[in-house]
């Protein structure tokens, strides 16, 4: 009877000791510690995209290019905020979005097109002549995707603040004249338990 | 006997339900392993200790003191994964408990998770932020160091009596600014650090630290090294008993106390007699290091001496000096609050039993108990140095063997250290450092 008695009582802390794991959507909203997170990059990029693909910039920019699709190259984001957030989700979010609305099209970035020169140089070499892939007929951008995330915190005890800007910028690679500039503004309210028992 | 052994018992259950975190021979032997440059070994032995030495109820305090060892050996992003744990567990430490509250006053300030202070806190922006720039990371350091100004500006507006600023740690950040083209930025942490330094002048010989900017400094590179030399006092704990009754005779005529540490049996037998108080408090304890200054060499160049920049040591102990008063106020409540229980315990036990002696027995052991838990907060980030030394070179562009050389108090050179080809660009600036714990 004290045995099962023990077993009863040491049953539920045995299961409350073991890791849980459920998988979530991806569309849930969860938020944990009130940082910056997937959802946020979610709702930069969405915003982003639509304000982007709706913009004015775009019918210039066919006309510039004589009805060829504007080719694009994402340039930094640099991240300002307080947190080590990884800018490369949204910008890549992004990215893939255009690509798939056919209005644009996208080149490697500057290490990716180190890494493929590379490529073509060691093809010189190994690969035979008719797979080997030639230089100088690269697709050269016109125009250059980057931006800034800032983020100003206000905080008292266990309370705080935070607002987040995303502002995105297209500029012509050749004038250096801004073209698009979306901006995303978040803002959160944390509050952080204070007392346990 | 039989008495004395339950009374050993209680003493030990309480001893290992204190949770008073890493020991002082574990600070020395991890300590010693440091100044022979074993890093390696520190590392191994912290590790080795997280759930014995440390546990969950000083799960920040091991993150600190492993994040030292690990930068030691430039392992930076390791290091920077233990020091974000580390920053964390503080942030989850500003919830209070009602019941570890409670602990400092009926038992001891070790029944709270550690807590970091201040410069200790401070000094995990620098150390992580240190670890991005060796990794070429300006823009991960610069989160750092705008976490810093905004502990630092947060702190100084919110604590008023204590040690709210850190003068090196905004002098920092504000080369990282500067790095970063946040020259605003970099213009406001200097002059926070300015007003610190002012502040704590009298850790810096009277001036504040200064550099040379060259004429023609835009041509050039620049190097700043950082020596983290040496190792901050540790915390000992002092206890006093004080006991109305004559108890070293009893101690001194038992032979079967032999072999067991005074301090127990002190608190023991002063229990055992009646009416007698412990009262512990931390104390720092110098930690010697032979090593006491430094200078960098390039190619063989005249040596350029460092300047102190951060002194860990004295921060550690004005901290302490101000912590005091709390720590007297928790002490004479844990006191009075322990006094209490016994007198209630032996008058209930005499009013169950309707006999004195057991109810002597019962205050008796209730004493020892209270006395044995009677322990100070020896608690603090003790893999630290006790000081951080700069210098600040401007070079040519070119690549350059820079050599550290390491002095003693009478100013003989008695180590080096040599960073080879680093590479120096014009408009920019590299960090170097190195520990040293001898």
Not at chain 1, 130 to 152: C, H, P, Q, W
Not at chain 2, 165 to 193: C, H, K, W
Not at chain 2, 230 to 253: C, M, Q, R, T
């Amino acid at each position: 009877m004290k045995k099962l008695l023990a077993l009863a009582l040491l049953l539920p802390l045995v299961v409350a000791c073991g890791t849980k794991v459920e998988r979530m959507d991806e569309n849930t909203v969860k938020d944990l510690s009130g940082n910056w997170n997937d959802t946020d990059s979610r709702m930069v990029a969405e915003t982003m995209i639509q304000d982007c693909l709706n913009g004015g910039w775009y019918a210039k920019a066919v006309k510039v290019t004589k009805g060829q699709e504007p080719v694009v190259i994402v340039g930094t984001v640099d991240n300002k905020s307080m947190e080590h957030i990884n800018t490369d989700t949204f910008i890549e979010e992004l990215q893939r979005a255009l690509i798939n609305s056919g209005k644009v099209s996208f080149v490697a970035s500057s290490q990716e097109r180190g890494d493929l020169r590379n490529e073509r140089l060691e093809q010189d070499e190994y690969a035979s002549e008719a797979t080997r892939k030639a230089f100088g007929k690269e697709v050269g951008a016109d125009y250059m995707l980057s931006g800034v995330l800032n983020s100003i915190l206000d905080k008292e005890g266990r309370k705080s603040v935070v607002f987040y800007q995303v502002n995105l910028k297209l500029i012509d690679i050749e004038t250096n004249q801004i073209i698009w500039n979306g901006q995303k503004q978040i803002k959160k309210y944390v509050a952080k338990k204070s007392l346990t028992f | 006997m039989r008495n004395a052994r339950r009374i050993f018992f209680i003493a030990l259950c309480c001893s290992l339900c204190a949770c008073g975190g890493p020991s002082l021979q574990y600070k020395k032997d991890v300590s010693s392993m440091m100044a022979k440059g074993n890093f390696e070994g520190a590392q191994a032995k912290i590790e080795k200790n997280k759930n014995k030495v440390y546990g969950e109820h000083n799960k920040l305090l091991y993150y600190l003191d492993l994040s030292i060892p690990q930068t030691a050996q430039n392992k930076h992003e390791d290091a920077n994964k233990t020091l974000e744990s580390a920053q964390d567990a503080q942030e989850d430490l500003q919830v209070q408990s009602v019941s570890q509250n409670l602990g400092t006053l009926v038992i001891n300030d070790n029944t709270q998770p550690y807590r970091a202070p201040v410069y200790e806190q401070a000094l995990t922006y620098f150390y992580r932020s240190l670890n991005y720039l060796t990794m070429q990371d300006l823009q991960d350091a610069a989160v750092e160091a705008r976490k810093a100004a905004f502990f630092l500006d947060y702190t100084r507006s919110h604590e008023t009596k204590t040690y709210n600023d850190d003068p090196f740690v905004q002098y920092f950040t504000s080369m990282i600014f500067e790095d970063t083209g946040s020259l605003s930025d970099a213009r406001i942490s200097r002059d926070n650090a300015n007003n610190a330094y002012q502040k704590y002048l009298s850790w810096y010989e009277g001036k504040a630290p200064a550099f040379n900017l060259p004429k023609d400094y835009k041509d050039m590179g620049e190097v700043v090294i950082f020596h983290l030399n040496g190792k901050v006092p540790y915390k000992i704990s002092n206890e006093i008993s004080l006991a109305w009754d004559n108890i070293w005779f009893a101690v001194n005529a038992n032979n079967d106390l032999k072999g067991v540490s005074g301090d127990v049996i002190d608190a023991v037998y002063a229990g055992a007699f009646g009416r007698s108080v412990t009262i512990s408090f931390p104390e720092l304890k110098d930690n010697p290091y032979i090593i006491t200054g430094s200078a960098v060499e390039v190619d063989g160049g005249q040596p350029v001496k460092t300047q102190l920049v951060a002194d860990i040591a004295a921060t550690a102990k004005e901290t302490l000096k101000e912590q005091n008063a709390a720590i007297y106020a928790r002490t004479v409540t844990r006191a009075v609050t322990k006094f209490i229980l016994r007198v209630q315990a032996q008058n209930s036990a005499t009013k169950l039993t309707k006999d004195k002696n057991v109810g002597a027995l019962v205050g008796a052991l209730v004493s020892a108990a209270s006395n044995i838990t009677e322990k100070a907060d020896t608690r603090s980030w003790f893999t630290l140095p006790a000081e951080i030394r700069m210098a600040d070179l401007f070079l040519p562009q070119g690549t350059y063997n820079i050599k550290m050389l390491f002095y003693d108090d009478r100013g003989n050179a008695i180590d080096e250290y040599v960073f080879e080809k680093v590479q120096i660009n014009k408009g920019k600036r590299t960090y170097l450092y190195r520990t040293t714990a001898k």
